[in-house]
């Protein structure tokens, strides 16, 4: 069973940056996709920025130019890094991987940007 763990989540002002962590128990390089998704209150979860095993990314539009999605191999590990949050991001933020046989899902972590 591969475990996803995320970190990094918080409290944060209107235009400050946080960075997520997402630890994967074990092999990370089994996933050809890693991803973030975020949930916020009354709303359906939705995918905030994808990364394809040959280093391809895909972002939602609200987050382009301010969110960055990188996976480091070697420790098995996918981050976000998030630039100028707006009020609108708080949510809690999913780790995602599929290997296209097999999807876990980590257990979320809670950003909350004030105005």
């Known amino acids: 069973q591969v475990q996803l763990v995320e970190s990094g989540g918080g409290l944060v002002q209107a235009g400050g940056s946080l960075r997520l962590s997402c630890a994967v128990s074990?092999?990370?390089?089994?996933?050809?996709?890693m991803a973030w998704y975020r949930q916020a209150p009354g709303k359906q979860r939705e995918l905030v920025a994808a990364?394809?095993?040959?280093?391809?990314?895909n972002y939602a539009d609200p987050v382009k130019g301010r969110f960055t999605i990188s996976r480091d191999n070697a420790k098995n590990t996918v981050y976000l890094q998030m630039n100028s949050l707006k009020p609108e991001d708080t949510a809690v933020y999913y780790c995602y991987a599929d290997s296209a046989s097999t999807r876990y899902w980590g257990q979320g972590t809670q950003v909350t940007v004030s105005s």
């Open positions: 990364i394809i095993s040959g280093g391809s990314t």
């Open positions: 074990r092999g990370i390089f089994r996933f050809n996709v």
